[in-house]
C-alpha cells in the first residue's frame, strides 16, 4: 500500500528589535510529552475529516521513504529532503537573493509545541492565551533552548532553510496553497477573532504540518542577517553569530502578506514582548509578540546505515 502525503500544484511586523510585513512594507508587531500530539490527532478523528480542497494534490512516497515515514517520532511527520529554491527577489530586501538550497530528510512536529506539552516539561505557561491545546507564545530563544535541553535530544529547532522547505512543500507561490490567502488553511487577522486557537483546526500543508501559516510566529535557529550571504548549498545554517534570532510563519493577528512562506522577520533570543512608548500622553503600551516553536529532528547516520 502507497502511502502518501499531502502535496499541491506548482504549485513579518517589527518584534522588539525586527521586522516583518506585508508585499513591499514592514509592519509591527507586537524523552519528552507527546500526548497532547496523540490526543490532537485523536480529536480530529473522533469527527469526520473535512474534505481535501482540489488544490491539495497527494504525493506518493517511494517504498524507501515509506518506512522512513513509519519511523517518524510520536507527534513528528517525515519531511523528504531535496532541493528547493529559498528566498523571494520580488519581496523585502532581507528575503533576496533567491539561491539554491539542498536538505537531508528530516522529521518535524506536525503541530506547534502546545502549552500543555510547554508546561509539562518546564512547570510554567508563559502565554497569553490559556489553554492546554492553545500553542505557547510569549517564549523567547533562551526559554526555548531549555525546553530542547530537558527534551534529552528528542526536539531541536528547524533551521532557517528547513522551515521555508517544510512550509513550501514544492510550492512556487506566497503560500503553500497558492497566492490568494485561504482561511482555510491559516488564522491571521481576518478571522481568528483577535486570539490564538487549538492547534491543528485548519487543512494541513503538504507534508501534514499545521498551522505553519498563522497561529503563532515560530522560531528558527539561524541568525539573522539583512540579506542571505551565500555560504554553502547543502543544509545551510545560517551566520555563525548575531544580535538577532530569524522568526518564521505570521500570526493570528498578522496580515496576510506577513504569513507568505519567504517572510522573514527578527528577534533578539532574550525578547518576547516589545514596549511601545504611545505619541499621546507618553503612555507605555505593551505590544504581544506571539512566538511559538515546533520541534525538528535530524535522522541520523545511524539510521541511514540501517537503511542502506
Known sequence: MRLIIFFTFGLLLTLGAGCSGNDGQKESTGGEDTSLSE????????????????KVIPVVLSPEDQEKAKRAPAGMVFIKGGCFI?????AQEDEKPEHEVCLDDFYMDKFEVTQARWEKLLGFNPSKF??????????????????????????????????EYAAKGGANARYFWGNMMDEAYAWYKDGSGETTHPVGQKQPNQFGLYDMMGNVWEWTDDWYEPYYQIREKNNPKGPE?????????????SSAGALRITNRIWLHPKNRVFQKVTTYGQAINEIYNYI?????????????????
Open 39 to 54: 490526543s490532537t490527532d485523536s480529536a480530529r478523528n473522533s469527527e469526520a475529516p473535512p474534505e481535501m480542497p482540489e
Open 86 to 90: 529559498m528566498g523571494n527577489d520580488y
Open 130 to 163: 490559556i489553554g492546554p491545546d492553545l500553542p505557547v507564545e510569549q517564549v523567547n530563544y533562551v526559554e526555548v533552548q531549555e525546553f530542547l535541553e530537558k527534551s534529552k535530544g528528542q526536539c531541536r529547532l528547524p533551521t532557517e532553510a528547513e522551515w
Open 292 to 308: 511559538g516553536f515546533r520541534c525538528a529532528q535530524s535522522i541520523s547516520s545511524q539510521t541511514k546505515a540501517t537503511e542502506e
Open 241 to 253: 553569530t548575531g544580535e538577532y534570532k530569524v522568526i518564521r510563519g505570521g500570526a493570528f493577528d
